[in-house]
């Protein structure tokens, strides 16, 4: 089933040509995020990811209910700006909705939380297997 949606999201991304992640416009894609940093809210951005995103990204954000992981480089270590973005417009023609209607603030409290799982074991493990040896 893991190497069906693998392949699966693979395709989609081939089809598409570009990344979502490669479409926000610049200005959009330069914000920062206010929050940065703050565990007040990582920890509210985690509840409101589990309300309105784990359906599909799955309960702790590993991906494939209907949609991919978010605990990858490309989106953990993808400026603020640009996941604040994604969020607000949604991916429509793959499926995911504009999230337009929260107020800003919960779309940073977020992206705090995604920009939090960039200390996951499972991106060290991946980091670890690219280290120069010393
Ligand atoms: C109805 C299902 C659904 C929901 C709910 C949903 N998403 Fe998505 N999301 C998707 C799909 C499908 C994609 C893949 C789009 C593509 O292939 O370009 C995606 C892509 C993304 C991406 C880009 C990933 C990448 O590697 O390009 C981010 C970031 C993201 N979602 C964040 C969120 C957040 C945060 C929420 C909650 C506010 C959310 N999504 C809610 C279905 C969903």
Partial sequence: ????CLIAFASLSLLSGQGILDRAPANKAA????????????RAGEKLFRRYCASCHGESAAGCNHAPSLRIPAVVQAPPGVLEWVIENGVLEAGMPSW???????????VTYL????????????????????
């Avoid at 209607?101 to 940073?108: A, D, G, H």
């Avoid at 200390?119 to 991946?126: F, I, V």
């Fill in 1 to 4: 089933m893991r190497a069906f």
């Fill in 31 to 42: 914000r920062q995020n206010p929050y940065a940093g703050s565990g007040k809210a990582q």
């Fill in 100 to 110: 337009s209607k929260l107020p800003p603030q919960q779309r940073w409290q977020i």
């Fill in 115 to 134: 920009k939090s799982l960039a200390g996951d074991s499972e991106l060290k493990r991946l980091r670890g297997s690219f280290r120069d040896p010393e």
